[in-house]
């Protein structure tokens, strides 16, 4: 797991941030230019509509639905997928861009 400012390098650097929240946490604030497909969704249909050599950040609230996110769409055969600890709250708290 990475931690926030590690995820927001790597976004800098060209990888998509996928919000693996529910829709109404999505709602009510997430990062800037991320991308939404819930966890949920993923467990059952691992598609997430990008090549599978691009990076990708996973991130939710705390940590744990990202971290199950990344493993899932590993196992389905994206090569660079890591998952971000503590966060939105942590993300917003530092400052950086949110929608």
């Given at each position: 797991m990475i931690d926030h400012h590690e995820a927001?390098?790597?976004q800098q650097n060209g990888a998509t941030l996928v919000d693996v929240r529910e829709r109404d946490e999505w709602e009510a604030g997430h990062v800037a230019g991320a991308v939404l497909h819930p966890v949920t969704r993923i467990a059952?249909?691992?598609d997430?509509?990008?090549a599978p050599d691009t990076p990708v950040v996973?991130?939710?609230k705390a940590g744990t639905r990202a971290e199950r996110a990344a493993e899932v769409l590993r196992a389905a055969g994206y090569a660079d997928v890591r998952a971000m600890r503590g966060g939105f709250d942590d993300w917003r708290t530092a400052g950086y861009p949110t929608e």
């Amino acid at each position: 797991m990475i931690d926030h400012h590690e995820a927001r390098e790597a976004q800098q650097n060209g990888a998509t941030l996928v919000d693996v929240r529910e829709r109404d946490e999505w709602e009510a604030g997430h990062v800037a230019g991320a991308v939404l497909h819930p966890v949920t969704r993923i467990a059952s249909d691992p598609d997430i509509d990008m090549a599978p050599d691009t990076p990708v950040v996973t991130y939710c609230k705390a940590g744990t639905r990202a971290e199950r996110a990344a493993e899932v769409l590993r196992a389905a055969g994206y090569a660079d997928v890591r998952a971000m600890r503590g966060g939105f709250d942590d993300w917003r708290t530092a400052g950086y861009p949110t929608e």
